[in-house]
């Protein structure tokens, strides 16, 4: 247990280096989500047999990845960053990975900001395709949890999004302070645990779109009961108290709009697109 609660002193979030750039598994922990987000995808689709071919599949997966990449970084940014005013009078460095010549990468994304980017990328490819918009989200609700899993993992990795102080014996310690592993704690609840429930309840759906609702609502009270567990960014701080946190309450709104709509489209004709 020991080493475990010390493992951030034996691990060097730097993979590899490809040239003089650092790889960091971080950055491969992200690719692996997007990977089998698509993998995981394209099984359910050969497996519940659903009208979209792999063509259109591997077309949408890059105006998803586009809107949840922009999504992410401006919502990061909006929401959470101090420079909020300095990136949006210089867009330009909104991507930038360097800072004063040195390669640093791009940090800062937001998960709400993504959902953001990933519906309006959604409804633009619908549009331009004539796919059902329902049918995608359904498709995603299954296809992203645990995709999600390796984002966690990536944070946690990463030493970043740490969770609040404890004397929990599983608890890491991160610069001199032990913590609770919240990172792990949300790839769990918010990835395992959604994906199994989602997937469980896949074919019982009364509408299409019903379950991208469903996970909207599982992520938003998972991730909010989470936050109880995880450090405010320290930037923001408490909202409240020493409990509410800006990620909580964007949580917990999600699952409320979720939930609100779940009864709105319920109430109307079922499998309506």
Known sequence: MEFWQHIYEHFNPVAFHLFSIPVHWYGLMYV??????????????????ILITKDQLDDYFIYAEIGVI???RIGYILFYDTHTMYYLTHPWQ???????GR?????GMSFHGAIVGFLAASYLYHRRHRVSFGLLMDLVAVSLPLGYVFGRIGNFLNQELVGRATDVPWGIYVYDTLRHPSQLYEAFVEG????????????RKAFEGELI?????????????VEFYRAPDPQIGYLAGE???????L???????????????????????
């Open 94 to 100: 909104i991507f930038n990975p360097f800072i004063d």
């Open 243 to 249: 409990w509410l946190t800006l990620g909580m309450s």
């Open 192 to 203: 395992i645990v959604v994906f199994v429930i989602i997937y469980a309840y896949r074919h």
């Open 70 to 72: 922009l999504g992410a």
């Open 32 to 49: 692996l989500a997007l990977l089998s987000a698509l993998v995981i995808a394209k099984w359910i689709v050969q497996k519940d047999n």
């Open 213 to 225: 609702l469903l996970y909207g609502f599982l992520y938003g009270i998972g991730r909010g009961a």
């Open 251 to 273: 949580s917990f709104v999600m699952a409320g709009v979720s939930a609100l709509l779940w009864v709105y489209f319920r109430s109307l004709k079922p499998m309506q697109k």
């Open 103 to 107: 390669f640093v990468g791009i940090r």
